[in-house]
């Protein structure tokens, strides 16, 4: 059987397309893509009540171009393409409006972020080979507006939500600055001291979430092995690009030592500059200390020393490999 989802994102759209066994567990990975769309990033240009007009064209229209996609690859004509929305959807006041309206083709449901949590997850799952109760491991999903961990603790899963994302905390750094960000949209190059006041910052909203601070998934945070997924842009491929400048496509795993010397590393650097460090505009630049910030910056409350980083499209997979309404019919 051939499937494919779709996970429309606040930073970009993912489409996977994968084959299933005939007892629904995935055989092969077919096909999968991710398109930039920066839905969060034009929220926060907006003060953070709707999507524009100009934004959710882009986003149709790579939604369009996954759907051809998935066709081409070999999902049937009369199957709709089914996939999620997330953080950006909940939060502005015309998301729900934009997938109703997007026709027979399309089945996409906006979901909670428990359930983005749970996505990623059975991601992590998926992409380590663990079963889908695996207490062995914590997934951590960061996109564009928002971040989740998650763990299975005495057969009952627990989602850690944080409200922050790589969109939200490049704004976040311009705006400390000094600067508005519907008229600028990169912090760089930012010194150290605007590093510290990002952090500063992001502190200051999590210290505000109970169970970032609960000694229970303190201790699950601190004694588990960490997956962090996400696709190349996401911000830990970006943390590990730093910590790694020969970008050995071996390596997968990002200490909180050497990521904090890689973000020293990047401050006082120019778009220009970090693009010739090898981060080039498909990996927005502009967002990379911003990022590698926001991840660092979770570790050190949650005591993460270490994570190990799997390339995924978002949670197509997850929504692949998993009973929750994904399934083509």
């Not at 709707?50 to 066709?71: N, Y």
């Not at 997924?229 to 071996?250: E, K, M, W, Y």
């Not at 010397?261 to 967002?287: H, R, V, W, Y």
């Amino acid at each position: 059987m051939i499937r494919a989802a779709v996970d429309v994102g606040s930073g970009a759209t993912k489409v996977a397309v994968v084959s299933l066994l005939q007892n629904g567990k995935i055989d092969k990975i077919i096909f999968q893509k991710e398109f930039e769309v920066r839905l969060a990033e034009d929220l926060e240009r907006s003060g953070g009540k709707e999507l524009s007009q100009r934004a959710l064209d882009h986003c149709k229209s790579k939604l369009d171009e996954c759907l051809q996609l998935a066709r081409q690859h070999g999902l049937d004509q009369n199957v709709a393409l089914k996939g999620i929305g997330t953080q950006v959807f909940r939060t502005a006041s015309n998301g729900a409006n934009f997938f109703h309206n997007l026709g027979d083709s399309f089945d996409l449901r906006i979901i909670s972020q428990e359930e983005e949590g749970r996505l990623g997850f059975q991601t992590a799952c998926a992409l380590t080979r663990q079963g889908i109760e695996s207490e062995s491991i914590v997934s951590w999903d960061s996109g564009g507006g928002s971040f989740q961990l998650a763990f299975f603790d005495l057969r009952k899963l627990h989602v850690l939500k944080g409200p922050l994302g790589s969109s939200i905390v490049t704004a976040a750094a311009v705006r400390l600055q000094g600067k508005d960000f519907s008229q600028v949209l990169s912090p760089n190059p930012m010194t150290l001291a605007d590093v510290d006041a990002l952090r500063n910052h992001i502190q200051q909203i999590l210290s505000k979430i109970p169970d970032l601070a609960d000694e229970s998934c303190l201790k699950v945070c601190q004694s588990r092995s960490i997956v962090a997924i996400g696709a190349s842009t996401c911000a830990f491929n970006i943390a590990l690009r730093a910590v790694n400048t020969t970008v050995d496509p071996q390596a997968s795993n990002v200490s909180w030592n050497m990521l904090g010397q890689a973000i020293e590393n990047l401050c006082d650097k120019s778009d220009s500059t970090l693009i010739k460090m090898g981060f080039t505009p498909e990996l927005q630049p502009e967002m990379v200390v911003p990022k590698a910030v926001l991840v660092h910056t979770v570790m050190e409350i949650l005591g993460i020393q270490c994570f190990e980083y799997k390339f995924s499209v978002g949670s197509c997979i997850g929504l692949l490999a998993n009973d929750l309404n994904i399934e083509n019919k």
